[in-house]
């Protein structure tokens, strides 16, 4: 997991709140992706970045957002128009693509809970 | 669209036996092909990948892993297995010409039995 933080480890919501995840690297890398993990299901894609002030919907964006106003940063909003939230968040981070093919580094992950 | 299947819930092993986990891919073009382990409450770990060149790659841990492209798979191997690999193990792959977005299988838990 090193290089690679994320805040809180866990996350407690109540339903129609909205809550921030925090995810910083110092890797130095320029590529940053949000993922949900859910048993049974993999992980799959909510947002990425491959450069400061730029990122892309995955394949489950609706009902959160994010920004990229730092190389280092990249934090997931979860908003209350994602209907089931609960879930296991991890954060990774990679070499920019051109530099070759460069696995993909993750944080420890939060675990959020709705209450 | 790239996929990912692993095509069995749990792998169960006898303390120092080989281990084998299974992954077959499906993506456009040559294919970027990762393993991942993953301990309780915890992030991914990566173990290998495949690029291009030998099919047979050594990755960490005494991990091992073949690439087969006439049948699409990527099985990851171990030729003893110890209680301490038991785990989450996740393949994963990418086109070799796109961006860097991996589609994930859905995991496999091993269990190693003492």
């Known amino acids: 997991d090193g290089g690679i933080t994320q805040s809180p480890k866990y996350l407690f919501r109540k339903e129609g709140q909205n809550v921030t995840l925090s995810c910083e690297q110092n890797?130095?890398?320029?590529?940053m992706y949000w993922y949900r993990q859910d048993p049974g299901q993999g992980l799959r894609l909510i947002y990425y970045s491959q450069i400061v002030n730029d990122f892309q919907k995955g394949d489950i964006a609706e009902g959160y957002s994010v920004s990229r106003e730092k190389k280092e940063s990249f934090p997931l909003t979860v908003t209350s128009a994602q209907k089931n939230p609960t879930a296991f968040y991890l954060c990774a981070s990679s070499i920019d693509r051109l530099a070759g093919v460069n696995e993909q580094f993750f944080g420890p992950g939060t675990r959020l809970t709705v209450l | 669209a790239q996929s990912v299947a692993q095509p069995e819930d749990q792998v169960n092993v006898a303390e120092g036996n080989p281990l084998t986990v299974k992954c077959t891919y499906s993506?456009?073009?040559?294919?970027?092909l990762f393993w991942y382990v993953q301990y309780p409450n915890r992030g991914l770990q990566f173990l290998l990948k495949?690029?291009?060149?030998?099919?047979l790659v050594k990755g960490s841990y005494g991990f091992e892993a073949e690439f087969n492209k006439s049948q699409t798979s990527f099985h990851l191997k171990k030729p003893s297995a110890l209680v301490s690999d038991s785990a989450l193990y996740f393949c994963?792959?990418?086109?070799?010409?796109?961006?860097?977005?991996?589609?994930f299988g859905k995991g496999n838990q091993v269990v190693v039995i003492p």
């Open positions: 495949y690029i291009t060149g030998d099919n």
């Open positions: 994963a792959v990418r086109a070799a010409y796109g961006n860097n977005r991996l589609a």
């Open positions: 993506v456009s073009g040559n294919p970027y």
């Open positions: 890797l130095n890398h320029d590529a």
